[in-house]
């Protein structure tokens, strides 16, 4: 069992920049892939990037690459979002998810653990 635990949400101008953490409970946690989607109102929950079990490999949405980061740490069991040069298309909850999948990107249907969400609000 895994429970994850974002934080770091928040309130942002455009153009602004943003980090979200994702602590993870659980002794296996490198053997799970993660990644982050987000939900805005009234759309489904989307991919934004996974990373896989050693952080050798990622893959972001069209939409946030050259602007979003993810990393890991294993040692610290967590899982980061770096998101730069943030607008306001990007304001949605953020989700830690994790999965046990081989491959990296996976749909929300394939998601193992949820984290509770973190909401992430870019003003124009």
């Known amino acids: 069992q895994i429970q994850l635990v974002e934080s770091g949400g928040g309130l942002v101008q455009a153009g602004g920049s943003l980090r979200l953490s994702c602590a993870a409970s659980?002794?296996?946690?490198?053997?799970?892939?993660a990644g982050w989607f987000r939900q805005a109102p009234g759309k489904e929950r989307q991919f934004v990037t996974a990373?896989?079990?050693?952080?050798?490999?990622?893959d972001y949405a069209d939409s946030v690459k050259g602007r979003f980061t993810i990393s890991r740490d294993n040692a610290k069991n967590m899982v980061y979002l770096q998101m730069n040069s943030l607008k306001p298309d990007d304001t949605a909850v953020y989700y830690c998810?994790?999965?046990?999948?081989?491959?990296?990107?996976?749909?929300?249907?394939?998601?193992?653990?949820w984290g509770q969400g973190t909401q992430v609000t870019v003003s124009s």
């Open positions: 659980g002794r296996t946690f490198s053997r799970y892939g």
């Open positions: 998810a994790f999965h046990s999948r081989a491959r990296l990107r996976v749909g929300v249907h394939e998601i193992d653990y």
């Open positions: 990373i896989n079990w050693s952080g050798g490999r990622t």
